[in-house]
């Protein structure tokens, strides 16, 4: 049982023919720029700079700025900035907008060009702090609160401040087994690249189940808490049980992700007795 932030940014890209789809990309140790700058053009490395900017604002990397760490009485104790931690997204900022970290950040930037450039019809759903590429047309977004108590207010004011309020953008809030599925009966489209981050086995089951089908060939798959075991644990059964035998790359401590390779169809039977078995207790009882 969670919640999440979705945003769904659609376009109505075609694939483009002579171009190879599918990255094998893994984090480097070091920063570095997801593209060599020696293969863009000007306005190519203008871009560059200012997503690059974007990152590490949303970041908190351009003033190094501390990061915060739960203690005892649900106190928050300030740390200092630590620049390794930050880029594999191990710390918690205290001002910024996203706890993922460059690393990770950077390989959502890197699968979000790809399937841009390769014409990977369809949209970004997931919960992240870097817009896609505006080259992408008639652009959506569908957001969600983080969890129940967050309120819409707040969440709308997120999206402002990045100029991405307008009517292209509808809230919805409520638990993944109940929301996905109401958003799929309104809206069809195709997804490019989905970003998981429900943290629990059964959101992650909710999530692969609901949303699978809506990936396109070529599309990518982000596990934002692959080091969770029991989210690792809905990733892997849901591969093994519809015989997908996709390879899963890490990307830092966290997360991890994989490319989808075809259209089969997978089996629904295991989700639909998983939920009818399921009660509000879920969670508490440790069934994760």
């Keep these: 049982m969670c919640t999440l932030l979705f945003a769904l940014f659609s376009g109505t890209t075609t694939q483009l023919s002579g171009v190879r789809c599918g990255l094998d990309w893994s984090a480097p140790s070091q920063p570095q720029r997801v593209q060599s700058s020696s293969m863009l053009t000007g306005d190519e490395r203008l871009r560059d700079h200012y997503l690059d900017s974007v990152r590490d604002s949303i970041l908190g990397l351009h003033l190094a700025t501390p990061s915060i760490k739960p203690v005892l009485n649900n106190d928050l104790k300030q740390m200092p900035f630590d620049a390794f931690q930050r880029q594999r997204g191990g710390d918690w900022p205290a001002y910024g907008l996203s706890m993922i970290g ?3 950040m950077d390989n959502l930037r890197a699968l979000l060009e790809d399937v841009l450039d390769c014409g990977v019809p369809g949209s ?4 992240c702090g870097l817009p896609p590429n505006t080259t992408a047309a008639d652009s959506r977004e569908w957001s969600q609160s983080d969890f129940l108590r967050v309120p819409k207010s707040e969440v709308q004011s997120a999206f402002e401040r990045f100029g991405l309020l307008d009517e292209r953008v509808h809230f919805h809030k409520g638990f993944f087994r109940h929301a996905l599925p109401a958003w799929w009966a309104q809206d069809k489209s195709p997804i490019a690249v989905l970003r998981l981050d429900g943290d629990m086995y ?12 809506s990936i396109s060939p070529g599309g990518y798959v982000i596990i934002d808490d692959w080091n969770i075991r029991v989210c690792r644990k809905a990733v892997t059964e849901f591969l093994a049980r519809n015989k997908l035998d996709y390879k899963v790359t890490k990307i830092d401590e966290w997360g991890a992700w994989f490319q989808k390779l075809d259209a089969t169809p997978i089996d629904h039977s295991w989700y639909q007795q998983f939920n009818g078995s399921r009660t509000s207790d879920d969670v508490k009882s440790g069934r994760r």
């Design 202 to 213: 059964e959101s992650t089951m909710d999530e692969l189940y609901n949303l699978w089908e």
């Design 102 to 104: 460059r690393m990770r």
């Design 124 to 127: 970004f759903v997931g919960k």
